[in-house]
T-cell receptor, first 112, second 114 residues
């Protein structure tokens, strides 16, 4: 069936470096995407979202890129900090009020 | 962002007992809330969609008699794990939408069944 997946299970980066987390999705009907951050023992925290009519969106230290041609989503974190260490999930949905499908998750570990 | 409150944060119970988890939208009304389950080092799996004033919609493979959902008001949904067993031990998370798309999550409930 349709699925949302991530390329790498773990990512280790040096503090201060930029991080890039990638996600592949297979449902071509998906038109809204969200990145979540989940710290241990907590619920997912909204980071940034993007609609399918956009290919880039920037937030504070984060940028999401969407390539619909190859069904690829990425999250870029600038100047990665220890507090960024967490599991990151991409999620996709086919429209307003539709259920969200989550990817497998990737652990970001920031080295001091 | 919008606030979704979940209670309790953790619960330990004996096998065979029932456990109720509450999910509240604190600063918005939610006609729909979602319940997820998460095992260690795994992604979130949608269990059911809670609909205010009507029956919940369960995902395939989720036992509706096992996981009772009640959405009696626009700000409260409850999930009751009935006759809990050790295999029901998991992290349960609720979520709700203040707008059409953006979904916010509660802090989760860690259930441990002895």
């Amino acid at each position: 069936g349709e699925s949302v997946g991530l390329h790498l299970p773990t990512l280790s980066v040096q503090e201060g470096d930029n991080s890039i987390i990638n996600c592949a999705y297979s449902n071509s009907a998906s038109d809204y995407f969200i990145w979540y951050k989940q710290e241990s023992g907590k619920g997912p925290q909204f980071i940034i979202d993007i609609r399918s009519n956009m290919d880039k969106r920037q937030g504070q230290r984060v940028t999401v890129l969407l390539n619909k041609t190859v069904k690829h989503l990425s999250l870029q974190i600038a100047a990665t900090q220890p507090g960024d260490s967490a599991v990151y999930f991409c999620a996709e949905t086919t429209g307003a009020n539709s259920k969200l499908t989550f990817g497998k998750g990737i652990t970001l570990s920031v080295r001091p | 962002g919008a606030v979704v409150s979940q209670h309790p944060s953790w619960v330990i119970c004996k096998s065979g007992t029932s456990v109720k988890i509450e999910c509240r939208s604190l600063d918005f009304q939610a006609t729909t809330m979602f319940w997820y389950r998460q095992f260690p080092k795994q992604s979130l799996m949608l269990m059911a969609t809670s609909n205010e004033g009507s029956k919940a919609t369960y995902e395939q493979g989720v036992e509706k008699d096992k996981f009772l959902i009640n959405h009696a008001s626009l700000t409260l949904s409850t999930l009751t794990v009935t006759s809990a067993h050790p295999e029901d031990s998991s992290f349960y998370i609720c979520s709700a939408r203040p707008t059409a798309e953006k979904l916010f999550f509660g802090s989760g409930t860690q259930l441990s069944v002895l």
